[in-house]
């Protein structure tokens, strides 16, 4: 089955399998002849100057010998001219000189100098013409730079149309020595400085590595060339643009040193003939016009930023395809040809299409181009071409061949055909003979049915413009529509009923009977009654019922409403509003049975519709005045309302306020506050930023509560408010306006101030006489402060290291006798308020006064390393401003200080008066040292002295009697080291 679906598809595409590899066979031997080179030269130049012109290349440098040149200087240029040009370029330190000037023999004057030039220039590189061909004899170099090695090959290669598109790397000479040309000479000299050299990578395929760079040499089929001659090393060129390829600068202005300062280090100097008059001018791609020629020199000089631009800059050399991938090339567009051709299309799209093709197939080849390929165009266009040709010809032919005998057959059944067509004529004759008497029936239906839609469109327009059906008066409204109902359509009953509220029942609202012009109403139908009618009115829109005494969905009527009153047919409307069922609209027929069409249930349905405005009219009313009701409540409510109540606008209008805000801003009424203020966050505000932040909270939130701020009144006093509001928006999501509530809260801002002020106060006390961290801990301990019974200690802690100093005055008792109680005291208060200000200056902690004493410790509540030293510093501070220290009689004053360092308890005690004291051994030897101690002397023990002795002078006491302790050794604390 598979085999012969591939047979039937193979032949079905046999134009494509055919056509497409004999036209590539028949493309591939035609191009081998040669005969496509010129066009796909022509397509490569022009490639060439599609190209987008690159940067000038700045490390290669012309020095252009010009007509104006030759005017000055002469021709040919003598030796010693060309030895100071030479000699000139060399104090700029190029990094490679190429002399495009054949020196074969000498030109006097200066032979001598320039000799001396060439030995002196390893970088210099002459040239010679090694092969003798149409353009000139073979030209021998000049001795001395063959002597050196310091000689490279001025031969080019034209193809048969005269321009140069391959460039020679090197060759072999008559003795069969390979010899490289200028520019790739000079070019591997300039790379060779770049740490670069020549790597063979495949000796016999001639593959060479240089840099970023492989090259490899031509082959006789390469890109659109067919049996070209290979001799020497060729690739293609890939000359940049002619337009200012490379800088340049004149003979003259060499010779005159006239060269800018960086312009020719490290670079690629070439030196050489632009003058047209000399005829070193060659054809190129770029070339297309015989003016449009490039100088022998430049050529020299594309070569080596060829190869430079390759090795360093990973320029692209000209590629092409092998011979078996472009034949791949070619085939692929013959196959795209042929599928082109063996189409049924007309011909117009064949050729847009073939040139959509040759379009695309062009652009491919040229940004290949732009990577560096040369790919073949003309053949496969050819091959495309030939193969959509012969395909549509042969299609063409097939299809003339089909239409022949299509002819031919059909003039064979014509005959029959028409014996066949009278029969159906006879036939349709007949059958349109009836339709025409059907459609004058139909027509006079038709206009009888629209003489009704008339008459029906007329009521519907007369009852829509009936104001009853919109003031909201449901009784007049539901009369109007039956008696239209009945008189319009001729039946014998028309009735509206609705729905209550539980959906259990139907209502009579009204009923009307032309035959007596009576309307009534009240009567009930309920669910528990009739269930299959309210499960029928529930599933449909429209009960149309014809023979309502045989209908199942009115069988429930039957005995006791439709057999007496002998109704035969009826229509149930569903009257619906907001998309609820409000109830029915129930037109009825007595005696014989009704066909109802369809345009009277269409008129049922618009008198339903109109039943729905009128009862949605009366909804409308009901609302109405509920919501001016509600509104003359709310009115009262914002008009006697206690607290302010405001509506603003973003940027700080106000909308509406009651009296009440206006009362609390301190206006006479709202209207006095909407013509004074007219920016809130600037006139009502203290801070105009608290607007600004009840913005963005109220933008983030949707709504602020209890936003509390500063406010000027009328009279420019401050209050303080409460806010409450919200955003008011749109159903788009778009602010409206900003809605709250203002609260005046000043009497509480007040005495919350106060509150703090006081609590302020109570906090100075409590740190005044006791440490800050000690405070907060008793505060956090009320429970044991208020039951002091309590086992417990309210704070108690072990210090293992701290520094106690105690301090007093010398013959106190002595100076208080002399001396007022007033004046007593206050000079204690002098004493203790100097100790206490270098108390806080040290960090230290005051612990207490007893009569003259004061006591300091250093290291507690929080532990620090330094705490020795800084009693230590305390303590010469002490004595310091004792020695300035006077009476008001201007006695002086002396003190005693001792000193002590190891461990003590602290804590607080007691329920009143309670305060921070110390307890251990530690309290009792610094109080000792200040008893045992001297006027004007600052005495410490030896756990005191060692912490400190790197850091202060000491002087050694020696041993004293210490009460409870026996013999110690002691020490007075000097100064500071």
Same mark, same amino acid.
């Given at each position: 089955?598979?085999?012969?679906?591939?047979?039937?598809?193979?032949?079905?595409?046999?134009?494509?399998?055919?056509?497409?590899?004999?036209?590539?066979?028949?493309?591939?031997?035609?191009?081998?002849?040669?005969?496509?080179?010129?066009?796909?030269?022509?397509?490569?130049?022009?490639?060439?100057?599609?190209?987008?012109?690159?940067?000038?290349? #700045?490390?290669?440098?012309?020095?252009?010998?010009?007509?104006?040149?030759?005017?000055?200087?002469?021709?040919?240029?003598?030796?010693?001219?060309?030895?100071?040009?030479?000699?000139?370029?060399?104090?700029?330190?190029?990094?490679?000189?190429?002399?495009?000037?054949?020196?074969?023999?000498?030109?006097?004057?200066?032979?001598?100098?320039?000799?001396?030039?060439?030995?002196?220039?390893?970088?210099?590189?002459?040239?010679?013409?090694?092969?003798?061909?149409?353009?000139?004899?073979?030209?021998?170099?000049?001795?001395?730079?063959?002597?050196?090695?310091?000689?490279?090959?001025?031969?080019?290669?034209?193809?048969?149309?005269?321009?140069?598109?391959?460039?020679?790397?090197?060759?072999?000479?008559?003795?069969?020595?390979?010899?490289?040309?200028?520019?790739?000479?000079?070019?591997?000299?300039?790379?060779?400085?770049?740490?670069?050299? %020549?790597?063979?990578?495949?000796?016999?395929?001639?593959?060479?590595?240089?840099?970023?760079?492989?090259?490899?040499?031509?082959?006789?089929?390469?890109?659109?060339?067919?049996?070209?001659?290979?001799?020497?090393?060729?690739?293609?060129?890939?000359?940049?643009?002619?337009?200012?390829?490379?800088?340049?600068?004149?003979?003259?202005?060499?010779?005159?040193?006239?060269?800018?300062?960086?312009?020719?280090?490290?670079?690629?100097?070439?030196?050489?003939?632009?003058?047209?008059?000399?005829?070193?001018?060659?054809?190129?791609?770029?070339?297309?016009?015989?003016?449009?020629?490039?100088?022998?020199?430049?050529?020299?000089?594309?070569?080596?930023?060829?190869?430079?631009?390759?090795?360093?800059?990973?320029?692209?050399?000209?590629?092409?395809?092998?011979?078996?991938?472009?034949?791949?090339?070619?085939?692929?567009?013959?196959?795209?040809?042929?599928?082109?051709?063996?189409?049924?299309?007309?011909?117009?799209?064949?050729?847009?299409?073939?040139?959509?093709?040759?379009?695309?197939?062009?652009?491919?080849?040229?940004?290949?181009?732009?990577?560096?390929?040369?790919?073949?165009?003309?053949?496969?266009?050819?091959?495309?071409?030939?193969?959509?040709? %012969?395909?549509?010809?042969?299609?063409?032919?097939?299809?003339?061949?089909?239409?022949?005998?299509?002819?031919?057959?059909?003039?064979?059944?014509?005959?029959?055909?028409?014996?066949?067509?009278?029969?159906?004529?006879?036939?349709?004759?007949?059958?349109?003979?009836?339709?025409?008497?059907?459609?004058?029936?139909?027509?006079?239906?038709?206009?009888?049915?629209?003489?009704?839609?008339?008459?029906?469109?007329?009521?519907?327009?007369?009852?829509?413009?009936?104001?009853?059906?919109?003031?909201?008066?449901?009784?007049?409204?539901?009369?109007?529509?039956?008696?239209?109902?009945?008189?319009?359509?001729?039946?014998?009953?028309?009735?509206?009923?609705?729905?209550?509220?539980?959906?259990?029942?139907?209502?009579?609202?009204?009923?009307?009977?032309?035959?007596?012009?009576?309307?009534?109403?009240?009567?009930?139908?309920?669910?528990?009654?009739?269930?299959?009618?309210?499960?029928?009115?529930?599933?449909?829109?429209?009960?149309?019922?014809?023979?309502?005494?045989?209908?199942?969905?009115?069988?429930?009527?039957?005995?006791?409403?439709?057999?007496?009153?002998?109704?035969?047919?009826?229509?149930?409307?569903?009257?619906?509003?907001?998309?609820?069922?409000?109830?029915?609209?129930?037109?009825?027929?007595?005696?014989?049975?009704?066909?109802?069409?369809?345009?009277?249930?269409?008129?049922?349905? #618009?008198?339903?519709?109109?039943?729905?405005?009128?009862?949605?009219?009366?909804?409308?009313?009901?609302?109405?005045?509920?919501?001016?009701?509600?509104?003359?409540?709310?009115?009262?409510?914002?008009?006697?309302? %206690?607290?302010?109540?405001?509506?603003?606008?973003?940027?700080?209008?106000?909308?509406?306020?009651?009296?009440?805000?206006?009362?609390?801003?301190?206006?006479?009424?709202?209207?006095?506050?909407?013509?004074?203020?007219?920016?809130?966050?600037?006139?009502?505000?203290?801070?105009?930023?608290?607007?600004?932040?009840?913005?963005?909270?109220?933008?983030?939130?949707?709504?602020?509560?209890?936003?509390?701020?500063?406010?000027?009144?009328?009279?420019?006093?401050?209050?303080?408010?409460?806010?409450?509001?919200?955003?008011?928006?749109?159903?788009?999501?778009?602010?409206?306006?900003?809605?709250?509530?203002?609260?005046?809260?000043?009497?509480?801002?007040?005495?919350?101030?106060?509150?703090?002020?006081?609590?302020?106060?109570?906090?100075?006390?409590?740190?005044?006489?006791?440490?800050?961290?000690?405070?907060?801990?008793?505060?956090?301990?009320?429970?044991?402060?208020?039951?002091?019974?309590?086992?417990?200690?309210?704070?108690?802690?072990?210090?293992?290291?701290?520094?106690?100093?105690?301090?007093?005055?010398?013959?106190?008792?002595?100076?208080?006798?002399?001396?007022?109680?007033?004046?007593?005291?206050?000079?204690?208060?002098?004493?203790?308020?100097?100790?206490?200000?270098?108390?806080?200056?040290?960090?230290?902690?005051?612990?207490?006064?007893?009569?003259?004493?004061?006591?300091?410790?250093?290291?507690?509540?929080?532990?620090?390393?330094?705490?020795?030293?800084?009693?230590?510093?305390?303590?010469?501070?002490?004595?310091?401003?004792?020695?300035?220290?006077?009476?008001?009689?201007?006695?002086?004053?002396?003190?005693?200080?001792?000193?002590?360092?190891?461990?003590? %308890?602290?804590?607080?005690?007691?329920?009143?008066?309670?305060?921070?004291?110390?307890?251990?051994?530690?309290?009792?030897?610094?109080?000792?040292?200040?008893?045992?101690?001297?006027?004007?002397?600052?005495?410490?023990?030896?756990?005191?002295?060692?912490?400190?002795?790197?850091?202060?002078?000491?002087?050694?006491?020696?041993?004293?009697?210490?009460?409870?302790?026996?013999?110690?050794?002691?020490?007075?604390?000097?100064?500071?080291?």
């Amino acid at each position: 089955m598979w085999a012969k679906q591939i047979r039937q598809r193979l032949w079905q595409w046999r134009g494509i399998w055919i056509t497409a590899p004999a036209m590539t066979l028949a493309v591939v031997v035609f191009r081998l002849t040669g005969a496509l080179q010129l066009l796909e030269w022509a397509t490569l130049d022009q490639f060439f100057r599609l190209r987008p012109a690159e940067p000038t290349d #700045s490390r290669i440098v012309l020095v252009d010998i010009s007509e104006a040149d030759i005017a000055q200087q002469g021709w040919p240029i003598t030796d010693a001219l060309l030895a100071k040009a030479l000699t000139n370029l060399k104090q700029h330190q190029p990094r490679a000189i190429g002399l495009d000037l054949y020196r074969e023999l000498p030109i006097a004057p200066g032979r001598e100098q320039l000799i001396q030039i060439f030995e002196s220039t390893p970088n210099l590189i002459g040239i010679s013409k090694v092969v003798s061909n149409p353009l000139g004899s073979s030209v021998p170099p000049p001795t001395t730079l063959e002597k050196l090695g310091q000689v490279a090959a001025n031969d080019f290669v034209l193809d048969g149309d005269g321009k140069l598109r391959r460039v020679l790397v090197s060759l072999k000479d008559s003795r069969n020595k390979t010899i490289t040309t200028l520019g790739s000479r000079l070019a591997i000299m300039y790379l060779k400085a770049e740490g670069i050299e %020549v790597k063979v990578l495949d000796a016999k395929r001639r593959q060479l590595q240089l840099g970023k760079a492989m090259f490899q040499p031509m082959q006789e089929q390469d890109g659109g060339y067919a049996n070209m001659e290979i001799g020497g090393y060729q690739i293609l060129a890939n000359f940049r643009h002619p337009i200012h390829p490379f800088p340049s600068i004149s003979l003259t202005d060499v010779v005159n040193g006239k060269i800018p300062a960086d312009l020719l280090r490290d670079k690629v100097v070439l030196i050489g003939i632009t003058a047209e008059s000399l005829g070193d001018y060659f054809y190129t791609s770029y070339s297309t016009m015989p003016s449009d020629r490039s100088a022998g020199v430049s050529i020299h000089a594309n070569v080596a930023s060829q190869m430079i631009s390759a090795a360093l800059d990973d320029r692209p050399l000209l590629w092409s395809w092998t011979e078996p991938v472009e034949w791949l090339w070619i085939l692929g567009w013959a196959l795209v040809g042929a599928r082109l051709g063996w189409t049924l299309k007309p011909p117009r799209w064949t050729i847009i299409n073939l040139l959509v093709a040759n379009s695309a197939l062009v652009a491919i080849a040229y940004l290949l181009f732009l990577q560096g390929g040369w790919i073949v165009v003309v053949p496969p266009v050819l091959a495309m071409m030939g193969a959509t040709v %012969v395909n549509k010809a042969y299609i063409l032919w097939e299809n003339l061949n089909d239409s022949f005998r299509s002819l031919e057959e059909y003039s064979r059944t014509l005959e029959q055909r028409v014996e066949v067509r009278t029969l159906e004529l006879s036939q349709k004759n007949s059958q349109l003979y009836q339709e025409i008497q059907e459609r004058q029936r139909a027509e006079a239906a038709l206009r009888q049915s629209e003489l009704q839609l008339r008459n029906q469109n007329t009521v519907l327009m007369s009852l829509s413009r009936n104001k009853a059906l919109y003031r909201g008066d449901l009784t007049i409204a539901l009369r109007e529509i039956t008696q239209a109902a009945a008189y319009t359509l001729g039946i014998d009953r028309a009735s509206i009923w609705l729905y209550d509220e539980l959906k259990t029942k139907l209502c009579c609202h009204d009923l009307f009977e032309p035959s007596d012009d009576y309307h009534s109403r009240g009567m009930i139908l309920t669910v528990a009654d009739h269930p299959a009618y309210f499960q029928a009115l529930a599933e449909n829109w429209v009960i149309c019922i014809n023979d309502a005494q045989a209908d199942q969905k009115t069988r429930e009527f039957y005995h006791s409403y439709l057999a007496p009153l002998g109704i035969t047919s009826l229509i149930n409307i569903s009257i619906q509003l907001g998309g609820q069922n409000m109830g029915i609209l129930c037109l009825e027929q007595m005696g014989e049975p009704r066909q109802w069409t369809i345009e009277e249930q269409n008129f049922a349905g #618009s008198l339903a519709d109109l039943t729905s405005l009128a009862i949605e009219a009366q909804a409308r009313l009901r609302a109405e005045k509920a919501l001016q009701e509600a509104e003359e409540k709310y009115r009262s409510i914002f008009e006697n309302a %206690v607290e302010g109540i405001f509506q603003t606008t973003f940027d700080g209008h106000y909308l509406s306020a009651n009296p009440a805000l206006a009362r609390i801003y301190g206006y006479d009424s709202p209207l006095d506050l909407f013509s004074r203020l007219h920016n809130i966050a600037q006139q009502l505000y203290v801070d105009p930023q608290r607007r600004a932040e009840f913005i963005r909270l109220i933008q983030i939130q949707g709504e602020v509560s209890v936003f509390e701020s500063q406010v000027y009144r009328k009279d420019g006093s401050v209050i303080w408010i409460s806010e409450n509001a919200r955003a008011v928006r749109d159903e788009r999501g778009g602010l409206l306006y900003y809605e709250g509530i203002v609260q005046d809260i000043t009497a509480r801002k007040q005495a919350e101030i106060a509150l703090r002020i006081e609590q302020e106060k109570s906090e100075r006390l409590l740190l005044n006489i006791l440490p800050g961290a000690i405070a907060e801990r008793l505060k956090q301990s009320e429970d044991l402060i208020e039951h002091p019974a309590h086992s417990r200690a309210l704070i108690a802690d072990s210090f293992e290291s701290v520094t106690v100093l105690f301090a007093d005055i010398v013959n106190f008792t002595t100076l208080s006798a002399n001396i007022s109680p007033a004046n007593l005291v206050g000079l204690l208060n002098r004493i203790f308020l100097m100790f206490d200000d270098l108390c806080e200056k040290h960090g230290l902690e005051k612990i207490k006064t007893i009569g003259d004493a004061y006591m300091v410790v250093g290291g507690l509540p929080q532990p620090r390393p330094d705490h020795a030293a800084a009693i230590a510093e305390m303590a010469l501070d002490m004595q310091a401003e004792m020695k300035q220290f006077k009476t008001y009689e201007g006695q002086p004053i002396a003190v005693r200080v001792g000193i002590n360092t190891g461990a003590v %308890v602290a804590g607080v005690i007691g329920k009143k008066k309670f305060i921070y004291d110390l307890w251990g051994d530690a309290v009792n030897m610094a109080s000792r040292m200040e008893s045992h101690g001297i006027a004007g002397g600052i005495q410490v023990t030896e756990s005191t002295y060692q912490l400190l002795k790197d850091q202060y002078r000491f002087e050694e006491r020696g041993s004293i009697q210490v009460k409870g302790r026996g013999e110690m050794q002691t020490y007075f604390l000097l100064d500071r080291r």
